[in-house]
């Protein structure tokens, strides 16, 4: 089965210092086979890191909508901020790629779901993130789970790495898949390995923050 980190950022995104080639390096010690790397409203990090390792790097992305995060797999083209669910996940679908939802329940953070906004999409994506290392409450991943299994939704799970050691702290095992359509077939049959990451990680993201507007 194929070790895959759906989950990460580069310093493409704001709150993050991670070079992309920290973050291959790190992910190949870790003994990742694929790296989704979804950076929020960006693919340039992705993009970078794929130049490095093109079998490793999946382009990913992680996109600010009008009510919550959406969390992407094979993104061709960037996009923007500020786009309905709706809309931003027309554009995913034109160009074929693998739709998550980003840490549903997650009341603490701005990217976070209400549940009848979720309602609106869930025919409309291949997955919601059932588990995201970074939540500081626990029971924001319990009730994603429980969600994803009322409404027979597939689960992704992922780090949410923001500085390269947390990268393959939570990770989906997933027979072999090349491309999104092949990912779609093998995600129900997804195992997990997760773990949840010490609340401290969240003073890496704001310093990086801090450190990336002066």
């Known amino acids: 089965m194929l070790k895959l980190e759906f989950h990460c950022h580069t310093n493409a995104s704001k709150d993050s210092?991670?070079?992309?080639?920290?973050?291959?390096?790190?992910?190949?010690?870790?003994?990742?086979?694929?790296?989704?790397?979804?950076?929020?409203?960006?693919?340039?990090?992705?993009?970078?890191?794929?130049?490095?390792?093109?079998?490793?790097?999946?382009?990913?992305?992680?996109?600010?909508?009008?009510?919550?995060?959406?969390?992407?797999?094979?993104?061709?083209?960037?996009?923007?901020?500020?786009?309905?669910?709706?809309?931003?996940?027309k554009i995913l679908k034109e160009q074929g790629a693998f739709i998550s939802v980003s840490h549903p329940f997650d009341r603490l953070r701005k990217g976070g779901w209400e549940e009848n906004d979720l309602l609106e999409i869930i025919?409309?994506?291949?997955?919601?993130?059932?588990?995201?290392?970074?939540?500081?409450?626990?029971?924001?991943?319990?009730?994603?789970?429980?969600?994803?299994?009322?409404?027979?939704?597939?689960?992704?799970?992922?780090?949410?790495?923001?500085?390269?050691?947390?990268?393959?702290?939570s990770v989906i095992l997933l027979d072999q898949f090349t491309g999104p359509e092949e990912m779609r077939k093998v995600i129900r049959q997804a195992k997990y390995q997760t773990k949840l990451s010490s609340w401290l990680v969240h003073f890496v993201s704001r310093y990086a923050s801090m450190k990336n507007r002066s």
């Open 123 to 169: 025919e409309q994506v291949d997955a919601i993130e059932i588990f995201n290392a970074r939540c500081m409450n626990p029971m924001f991943n319990v009730q994603a789970k429980q969600f994803a299994e009322k409404y027979n939704l597939a689960g992704t799970v992922g780090s949410d790495a923001h500085a390269a050691f947390e990268v393959g702290r």
């Open 17 to 89: 210092l991670t070079k992309p080639e920290d973050l291959i390096k790190t992910a190949k010690r870790k003994g990742l086979d694929r790296l989704v790397i979804t950076d929020h409203n960006s693919i340039q990090g992705a993009l970078a890191a794929q130049k490095l390792d093109r079998e490793l790097v999946i382009v990913g992305e992680e996109i600010m909508t009008t009510r919550g995060e959406i969390l992407a797999a094979y993104v061709q083209e960037e996009i923007p901020a500020g786009l309905t669910p709706q809309e931003t996940i």
